[in-house]
């Protein structure tokens, strides 16, 4: 039987993964709907590649853009706005949702998706961070399947028992190795962050990734969304969850049993790994990627993370702890921070800092609906932005 995907995010590094996961089983796949904020170019030629049903532009210059390069027998429906997102991701034609939108923007599409009860595949970490309890419960009471596409967190959900639920104790699982690459200034002190350029913090060693989760992994706030997402995902806390830097990006996380083993999944890094295996579970279908040579990696290093030159996955740790409001309110100001910090308005060091000062103005307040996460991802917004001035450029300066 074919299945119908919504992509939302399709432009984007996961979105065009995924397409080309697609692109290897026409007999099993077929795209129902693709979205996207500006990239008409690539939309335009995604559209003409799978006819989807509709395409949406979340800005409406570029929907219009698009629906004049389309031709007139194109069957696809160009909607524009992101009014349209929801709409995409839970018709009931759609059997699952690829969410690979970045940042908070993905929530309220991701949500409908867990509620509308489709499979969905989770890139967009930072919707689970901001309305962690929300999301889960969106996802039980639509009968939805979840599947973690963070390369960790599939790596996770490979090495767990099947079924299991978060009982710890019952199914002996010890805790959760949640590995990390370190990013690519690993090794250095905190004055050696100091000058450090977008250009230097997008270049990541090992993984090709959209700017924002590239900046992420240079401060290791990526991390600190992945042990919240962790936490959330497997029903556990940050005390079950152990952060080990591993430069080489081969394991992508383990978990720990109370018998002494160790389950590991290791893999090219490459993300089609984990989206085929979130569109073909419990099947495993081609992605596309090259065997894994042993004997070309030759060897496998662990070390601890440096939390006192990357602080930010001991903020995420805090938000965590705290809970209610505190997620949303971290990943909401990491939000302006890095697109402050991609436009030159704030020096790298300035990242962790700025988050932390909005964190500890803000009193966490328990989640009781939809509407609190908004509050307090607006009010986190603007109390970054009008935190900007404190952080200027000129006080760093070049290594
Ligand atoms: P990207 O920047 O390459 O792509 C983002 C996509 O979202 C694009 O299609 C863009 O048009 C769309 N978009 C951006 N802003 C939007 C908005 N305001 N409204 C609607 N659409 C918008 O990002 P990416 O690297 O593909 O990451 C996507 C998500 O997947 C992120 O949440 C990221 O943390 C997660 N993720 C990515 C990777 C990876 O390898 N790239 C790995 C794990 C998790
Ligand atoms: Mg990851």
Request: charged content about 20%; glycine content about 6%; overall charge negative.
């Amino acid at each position: 039987m074919i299945s119908r995907l919504t992509v939302l995010g399709a432009t984007g590094s996961i979105g065009q993964s995924t397409l080309d996961v697609v692109r290897r089983h026409p007999q099993r796949y077929r795209v129902f709907a693709l979205s996207a904020a500006t990239r008409v170019e690539r939309m335009l030629a995604d559209v003409l590649e799978f006819t989807p049903q509709f395409a949406v532009m979340t800005d409406p210059q570029s929907a219009l853009a698009l629906m004049e390069r389309l031709p007139e027998d194109c069957p696809t429906q160009v909607l524009a706005g992101a009014d349209a997102l929801p709409m995409i991701a839970s018709h009931a034609d759609v059997d699952m949702v690829m969410a690979a939108i970045v940042g908070a923007a993905g929530l309220l599409p991701t949500l409908a998706a867990a509620e509308a009860g489709k499979r969905v595949l989770l890139a967009n970490k930072e919707s689970l961070v901001m309305a962690g309890p929300l999301f889960m419960d969106a996802i039980r009471r639509g009968g939805a399947a979840l599947l973690p596409i963070d390369s960790e967190h599939n790596a996770i959900f490979q090495s767990l028992p099947a079924g299991y639920d978060g009982d710890a104790r019952r199914f002996g699982v010890e805790r959760i190795l949640l590995t990390a690459s370190g990013g690519p200034f690993r090794g250095r002190t905190h004055e050696q962050l100091h000058g450090i350029t977008p250009a230097q913090a997008v270049a990541h060693p090992n993984w090709s990734m959209g700017q924002k989760i590239s900046v992420d992994s240079a401060t290791l706030m990526n991390k600190g969304l992945e042990l919240i997402e962790a936490c959330f995902l497997f029903h556990c806390t940050p005390d079950d969850v152990q952060v080990v830097v591993h430069p080489q990006s081969v394991i992508h996380s383990m978990v720990q049993y109370c018998d002494g083993s160790v389950i590991a999944q290791l893999g090219q890094p490459d993300m089609r790994t984990p989206i085929a295996y979130g569109m073909a579970w419990p099947e495993r279908i081609d992605a596309g990627v090259k065997p894994l040579n042993l004997f070309d990696i030759a060897r496998l290093d662990f070390t601890p993370p440096d939390e006192a030159t990357f602080p930010c996955l001991r903020l995420a740790r805090d938000a965590f702890i705290a809970g209610g409001t505190m997620p949303a309110v971290l990943n909401a100001a990491n939000e302006i921070a890095v697109d402050a910090f991609l436009r030159e308005q704030i020096p790298f060091t300035a990242i962790p800092t700025l988050i932390e000062s909005v964190m500890a103005a803000h009193e966490a307040r328990p989640l009781t609906s939809l509407q609190t996460v908004l509050d307090a991802d607006s009010w986190a917004r603007t109390q970054a932005a009008g935190r900007l001035g404190e952080f200027p450029m000129n006080t760093e300066k070049q290594v």
